[in-house]
């Protein structure tokens, strides 16, 4: 071998010379490189930008994802390219004790009373569902099986007590063949107040696999563990004052920014919650940016519903901090006297997420930091950004309104997509088998079609 060095190039084995024709075929090369560059830089945009401002991020996002008429669009991965699902609503008459589920032992609990107020969305649901155009009267077809009940009412009005909600809620699931089928995994319930599914004491036995409609995402203040959970359950809206979300004139009508009074305003009891008491607190020091009067349930100083509204829209900012639970019925009905919600609950959950973008509509502050320097990051916000998000809150608080699923935007079209998501074709639980022959059986080899009720529940 050769002990002299070896020089490595591309091409090593060729010493052929670089020629002219060779110069000018490698400059034609370089020309046509940066030709095609240029074209195909002005051809297709870059696949991503990096946005520092508001007002460049606003030019690129929406606060919702519309189609071409500005109808919410929902994801097609996960729920479909259309609503295509049959939900069947059990009827009073054909299971004991539902009745008391909804009126009371003795039947004197008023629907009409149940419609009114915060609550009155599970009673909307029903109303709605039975009327709904995915609707079925037949158990064998349907998707998903809907449990009415106005136990939240019921109970506030004295109609059922805690014991008495408990007995009869078994009461009733023993007698659902379809229930015991699946576990409960396609049946729906609504529990519309903070207390979520606690209202039934015994949910996490009986309905923790249950599809639950509540505004409440969080309860361990109170309880030991939460019955929201995220991957079954649908976040719904609180049921705001109808003379509020009627189309046409409404009771309380939006004042202009500038003729507002106060920078931001709370509205509500201190019920002993920190958050609140911070609040009271900082509006003594600061009476003419804060606005927190203690509102009374009764007596002359009660206000009236639209005294109530006339306060919420005199300021630029409606503060929803936590109370009892982590959701607030203010941050809703912010958006129709048109402030911007300042959302002072760390753990809330919010309605609709894969099509509401929050951070256009809101503003979302930590609990722990109210003090002098909330109202001062308030204050610095130009009132075109706040009528900005203003107008973009126009756009989607249709999705807070219970209107029929045939309207182009209402909450109960957005909860029949977040429902459609949670279709299956195929149902079982720890007490259903099946066969070769498809037959589904209970753990005695009964066949699903003669299951007779009573049936023993988990």
């Given at each position: 071998m050769s002990n002299k060095p070896r020089i490595f190039s591309a091409h090593?084995?060729?010493?052929?010379?670089?020629?002219?024709?060779?110069?000018?075929?490698?400059?034609?090369?370089?020309?046509?490189?940066?030709?095609?560059?240029?074209?195909?830089?002005?051809?297709?945009?870059?696949?991503?930008?990096?946005?520092?401002?508001?007002?460049?991020?606003?030019?690129?996002?929406?606060?919702?994802?519309?189609?071409?008429?500005?109808?919410?669009?929902?994801?097609e991965r996960g729920y479909g390219s259309h609503l295509s699902l049959k939900i069947y609503v059990y009827d009073e008459n054909e299971i004991d004790g539902l009745k008391d589920l909804l009126y009371g032992?003795?039947?004197?609990?008023?629907?009409?009373?149940?419609?009114?107020?915060?609550?009155?969305?599970?009673?909307?649901?029903?109303?709605?569902?039975?009327?709904?155009?995915?609707?079925?009267?037949?158990?064998?077809?349907?998707?998903?099986?809907?449990?009415?009940?106005?136990?939240?009412?019921?109970?506030?009005?004295?109609?059922?007590?805690?014991?008495?909600?408990?007995?009869?809620?078994?009461?009733?699931?023993?007698?659902?063949?379809?229930?015991?089928?699946?576990?409960?995994?396609?049946?729906?319930?609504?529990?519309?107040?903070?207390?979520?599914?606690?209202?039934?004491?015994?949910?996490?036995?009986?309905?923790?696999?249950?599809?639950?409609?509540?505004?409440?995402?969080?309860r361990t203040d109170k309880k030991d563990t939460s019955a929201f959970n995220t991957w079954k359950d649908i976040i719904i809206p609180g049921n705001v004052d109808d003379g509020m979300t009627k189309t046409g004139a409404t009771v309380v009508q939006p004042l202009p920014?500038?003729?507002?009074?106060?920078?931001?305003?709370?509205?509500?009891?201190?019920?002993?919650?920190?958050?609140?008491?911070?609040?009271?607190?900082?509006?003594?020091?600061?009476?003419?940016?804060?606005?927190?009067?203690?509102?009374?349930?009764?007596?002359?100083?009660?206000?009236?519903?639209?005294?109530?509204?006339?306060?919420?829209?005199?300021?630029?900012?409606?503060?929803?901090?936590?109370?009892?639970?982590?959701?607030?019925?203010?941050?809703?009905?912010?958006?129709?006297v048109e402030c911007v919600p300042v959302i002072l609950s760390d753990q809330v959950e919010l309605p609709f997420q894969n099509v509401v973008d929050y951070t256009q509509i809101s503003i979302k502050w930590p609990s722990t930091v109210i003090g002098p320097e909330l109202l001062e990051y308030l204050a610095s916000i130009p009132d075109d950004v706040i009528e900005g998000m203003i107008a973009h809150g126009r756009q989607v608080r249709c999705l807070w309104v219970y209107a029929p699923d045939s309207e182009p935007c209402s909450a109960m079209q957005a909860v029949m997509w977040e429902l459609q998501r949670k279709v299956r074709l195929f149902h079982q639980s720890a007490e259903t088998f099946w066969l070769h022959n498809g037959s589904i059986v209970n753990r005695n080899l009964v066949e699903f079609t003669s299951w007779k009720p009573p049936m023993p529940l988990p």
């Open positions: 090593s084995h060729s010493n052929t010379p670089c020629t002219r024709a060779h110069q000018i075929g490698a400059l034609l090369l370089i020309a046509a490189t940066f030709f095609f560059t240029r074209l195909f830089d002005q051809s297709f945009p870059p696949p991503c930008n990096l946005i520092t401002d508001r007002s460049s991020r606003d030019a690129d996002l929406h606060v919702a994802k519309t189609n071409g008429g500005g109808r919410p669009l929902w994801p032992r003795d039947g004197t609990v008023s629907t009409n009373a149940c419609l009114k107020g915060q609550w009155g969305s599970q009673v909307k649901i029903h109303r709605l569902l039975l009327e709904s155009r995915f609707r079925t009267r037949k158990k064998e077809e349907a998707d998903l099986f809907f449990v009415p009940s106005y136990v939240k009412c019921v109970r506030m009005l004295g109609g059922l007590n805690d014991k008495e909600i408990n007995q009869t809620y078994v009461k009733v699931l023993s007698q659902m063949p379809y229930f015991r089928r699946s576990g409960g995994r396609d049946h729906i319930f609504v529990f519309p107040s903070g207390a979520g599914a606690h209202l039934f004491r015994s949910w996490a036995t009986y309905i923790n696999l249950s599809i639950i409609l509540t505004p409440e995402g969080d920014l500038s003729k507002r009074k106060y920078l931001a305003n709370y509205l509500g009891r201190a019920q002993k919650k920190a958050g609140r008491l911070k609040l009271i607190e900082l509006s003594k020091q600061y009476g003419d940016k804060l606005e927190c009067p203690e509102l009374q349930l009764s007596g002359p100083n009660k206000l009236g519903r639209v005294e109530y509204f006339q306060h919420l829209g005199n300021a630029k900012f409606c503060f929803a901090p936590r109370g009892e639970s982590s959701w607030t019925l203010r941050f809703y009905e912010s958006f129709f």
